[in-house]
Each structure stands twice: as structure tokens, then as C-alpha cells.
């Protein structure tokens, strides 16, 4: 663990620009699609973070050819047509939900045995249903330990095709990696999600990339997709900064009263979590969608009742937000949140309530009743949207530290040096 970091309240509202970097959702699909295709791809503005090194780290011990720059945000990929070079490998995704489920998906379109396995959170978060849609289109996929959960065996002969049914409402990411595997399968692939199906914008940008790459995917009733055998194309795709990210730099305006334009996000951007804004526009700020950037003006906080479930990655930033409001923010529709990094739920729940605030748990969400807020030490679980998102708070309150604030190195290493350099432009 890195050593608790102190803010510093602002002495006045935050004001500026700034672009995040890429979106690690669109980086870690980006990457999967173009190792399924055919050649090289060059991809620009890979997001450089602990989640997408595992992915490139992964990908390379699979046999593929993959050059990834730092320094300047983009990798080559070379794809040979569906299937993953190597015949065995062991991986490991330390606690990256994307890379340990797309990857246990192309394994299986391989031919020999791959073993994924991760840290202890990631032994204790679902993959079971994701195995089982697997193994119903021919697979031979094992959650090794009988846990439902990592360490997953693999026993790959390539996917032959056929009808799956996937849970909808655990993990949109099981869904995600099933229909970037099935145009490499051999027959045609119907997938049917049973129950709500929880973040259903994370599907749809799973949708555009591939699309991106020249696969078309049908869905002739709402959660039955039908995907014919076909090849991804390799091609240049730039990523889109991380709308996620982009949702403290808006909370920071919200809870200060100042003005932040986020630039390269946009209402048509690929990722939902662009709409975190209309929360906060909900609440009383101002939001300006201009073709190159958003931008959002902060002003007096009103608390809502919102069901957050398209965006649920940001439910956490909205409850920093929610202490600094007039009156109680309710969040719902989050249950799934409870099988991320941490349970997210109860974390956040956690930490308001060292805080000093009233907070009522339910099992899809909670109620935050704004208090006098108190010093605390923040405690982070491992989970960086924990540390970013509690980083709002100290904006205005005295006294705020973030226990471990190198755990953002998992999607966002430059989080807090961002945020400074933000916070120094408005001063």
C-alpha cells in the first residue's frame, strides 16, 4: 500500500480543461478485437494503466504479437484470424473483471489449456455464468476450485457454435465476452440473457467496436442476439478518453461551484458513463454539450432519487457529490456493484458514515443524509474509484486523506497529479 495522501481544500471554485486519458473499457475491447483479427492493427490512445498491462501482458504470453507504447498511447496488435497463437499459457489478471473474463472467452477459441487465475478479491468475484455460456457452445471451461469464482481452466478445441443463456444481471462483462468470441466460433452463436440486464451501455460500446472491426451482430428482440461466423478486420481505431475518469474532474466542479470542460467526449461518445453529467444536471448544475467536449457549471446542490444502473461505475462519484447537496440523494438499481473491486455498496456506505454522514443501506443502492462533515482517513479497499471519488470530498472539507491512493494505478495512475494541475488552473 502507498502512504495516505492529504487534500487540499480549494480556496476557490475549480475552473479549466482537461482530457483524461483513454477509456480503459474501450482499451481492454480494443485489444481483444483486434488480436481475433486478421493482420495488424494500430491502436491510438491506449489507456497505460495496471488493468490494461495485465490485458497486453496477457495477450503476449497467448503468442500475439503485440508492441504497446507508453509513452505515446498506442500499440500494434497482430491478429491471425480467431484463435490465440499458444497452446498453453498461465495468466494472470491480478483484479482486472474485463481482462480475466474477455480473455477466458478467446482461450476457449484456441486449441490447448489456459489457466487465468488473480489476486484474492478476484477469487471471490462470479464467473461461472460466463463458463457455463461457454461450455454450452462447446467449450470445456472450469472454475477450478468449485468456488464459482477464479482460478478458471480452459481446455480449448475452439468454440462450435450453437444457443447460450447468460445471466444479465451479475455482470454485464459475461455477455460482453461471449459476443466478442462468437463470430470466431464455427457455426452461428444465439445468445439469450435471462433476467435484467444490468449496464446495458457497456454492451452497447461492446457492440460499436466490434462493428468498428466489420462485424455485424443482430439482435431481432431486446437480449436475444444472433451472431453469424464472420472476421474481424484489422484496422486504426483511436479510443475515446475514459468517461468514468471524466466523472470526478465534473464532480470537482460540482461540489466547488466552478466551470470544467472535459474536451474529446461528446453526447455520441461510446461510453454511457458521459451521461454522469445529467445527474449532476439533476441536482442543479449546468451541462453544455458542444461538438468536441462537455462542459459543466457547477451550482447549489439539490439531493435526488436516482436509478444509476447504466451508470453504475460512477455511483460512487455521485455519493461524494450527494454530500455537499440540499437534502437526501437516494441511488438505486446498483446491486451488481456488490461483485466489483470491492462491494461497493457497503464501502461506500462505509466511508460516508466515517465521515460523519446518516447513510441507509439497501441491497440495490443507499440513501445519503448530508451532515457536518468530519476529518477521516479514508479507507480505499483496494478500489480505485473508492480513492478518486472520496478525493472530491477533501475539495472542500478540512481534514480528508485518502489511505492508499496508489490503487487509482489501476485505470488511472496520473489521477492526483491531474487533479492538482486542475485545481492550480483555477486558483
Request: proline letters at 6%; charged letters at 20%.
Amino acid at each position: 500500500m502507498s502512504q495516505p495522501l492529504s487534500i487540499t481544500p480549494v480556496t476557490s471554485p475549480i475552473c479549466g480543461a482537461i482530457r483524461p486519458p483513454g477509456s480503459k473499457s474501450l482499451t481492454n475491447r480494443a485489444l481483444i478485437v483486434a488480436a481475433l483479427g486478421k493482420g495488424v492493427t494500430r491502436l491510438t490512445g491506449v489507456l497505460d494503466s495496471d488493468d490494461t498491462r495485465v490485458m497486453v501482458e496477457a495477450l503476449n504470453r497467448l503468442g500475439f504479437e503485440l508492441q504497446h507504447d507508453r509513452q505515446n498511447c498506442d500499440a500494434d496488435v497482430g491478429g491471425i484470424g480467431g484463435r490465440p497463437p499458444a497452446d498453453q499459457a498461465e495468466l494472470w489478471l491480478e483484479n482486472s473483471g474485463t481482462s480475466i473474463r474477455f480473455l477466458t472467452a478467446l482461450c476457449s477459441l484456441g486449441s490447448g489449456t489456459f489457466r487465468l487465475d488473480g489476486n484474492a478479491r478476484m477469487r471471490e468475484r462470479p464467473i461461472a455464468d460466463l463458463a457455463r455460456g461457454l461450455n454450452a457452445l462447446g467449450g470445456d471451461v472450469a472454475c477450478e476450485l468449485d468456488t464459482n469464482c477464479p482460478p478458471v481452466l480452459v481446455r480449448a478445441t475452439g468454440l462450435a457454435g450453437g444457443t447460450a443463456r447468460v445471466a444479465g444481471n451479475i455482470s454485464s462483462q459475461f455477455l460482453s465476452a461471449l459476443l466478442m468470441a462468437a463470430p470466431c466460433a464455427h457455426n452461428p452463436v444465439e445468445l439469450h440473457v435471462e433476467g435484467e440486464l444490468v449496464s446495458r451501455p457497456y454492451v452497447e460500446m461492446t457492440l460499436q467496436v466490434m462493428k468498428a472491426f466489420g462485424v455485424a451482430v443482430d439482435e431481432p428482440q431486446l437480449g436475444r442476439f444472433h451472431v453469424a461466423p464472420q472476421s474481424y478486420q484489422a484496422r486504426e481505431y483511436d479510443i475515446e478518453p475514459d468517461a468514468s475518469a471524466a466523472s470526478y474532474f465534473f464532480g470537482a466542479a460540482a461540489i466547488t461551484g466552478g466551470e470544467v470542460t472535459v474536451t474529446g467526449l461528446t453526447k455520441d461518445s461510446l461510453q454511457g458513463d458521459v451521461h454522469f453529467v445529467s445527474a449532476l444536471e439533476q441536482m442543479g448544475c449546468h451541462v453544455d454539450w458542444k461538438p468536441d467536449s462537455i462542459t459543466l457549471k457547477g451550482a447549489p446542490l439539490q439531493g435526488i432519487d436516482i436509478d444509476m444502473n447504466a451508470v453504475s461505475d460512477t455511483a460512487q462519484t455521485l455519493a461524494a457529490v450527494a454530500v455537499f447537496a440540499d437534502g437526501p440523494t437516494q441511488i438505486r438499481n446498483i446491486a451488481h456493484v456488490r461483485h466489483k473491486e470491492t462491494d461497493r455498496i457497503e464501502a461506500t456506505a462505509n466511508e460516508l458514515r466515517r465521515l460523519g454522514q446518516r447513510v441507509e443501506v439497501e441491497p440495490d443502492g443507499l440513501t445519503i443524509h448530508p451532515a457536518p462533515i468530519q476529518s477521516a482517513v479514508i479507507q480505499t479497499y483496494d478500489d480505485h474509484r473508492m480513492a478518486m471519488s472520496f478525493a472530491l470530498v477533501g475539495l472542500k472539507a478540512a481534514g480528508i486523506q485518502i489511505a492508499d491512493p496508489g490503487c487509482t494505478a489501476k485505470t488511472y495512475p496520473q489521477f492526483f497529479d491531474d487533479l492538482r494541475t486542475l485545481c492550480e488552473a483555477g486558483a
